[in-house]
């Protein structure tokens, strides 16, 4: 199953009324992200490899975001995946770089 249709049904299946049921869906979101990243990489660790999936993910987070919204169901931020990665040191350096 490709990123956005992971993030989509899990978003679609998700009780917006229960805030452990969205917490969950959230972390497995972002969790399902992290997995892609891993096996997209798998083996081409370069710089620009790294950074074109970074940006391929973070973009589709994005847009799963805008299309729950217009469905009603906005319980995840546009800006969901690059504010987790901010969050880590590891991690931050690769959006300051995307940024540029």
């Known amino acids: 199953m490709f990123l ?3 993030l ?3 978003g679609r299946n998700t009780d917006v009324s229960d805030f452990d049921d969205v917490q969950e869906s959230i972390n497995f ?11 997209n990489l798998a083996g081409h660790l370069t710089d620009d490899a790294i950074l074109a999936s970074f940006k391929r ?3 589709t ?3 799963v975001a805008e299309k729950l919204e217009s469905e009603g169901r906005g319980f ?6 690059k504010i987790i990665c901010l969050s880590k040191p590891e991690l ?9």
């Open 4 to 6: 956005d249709e992971e």
């Open 8 to 10: 989509l049904q899990t």
């Open 29 to 39: 979101m972002i969790q399902a992200c992290f997995n892609n990243l891993t096996n």
């Open 57 to 59: 993910v973070n973009n």
């Open 61 to 63: 987070f994005a847009k």
């Open 76 to 81: 995840v931020k546009k800006d969901g995946f």
């Open 92 to 100: 931050k350096t690769i959006f300051e770089k995307l940024e540029v």
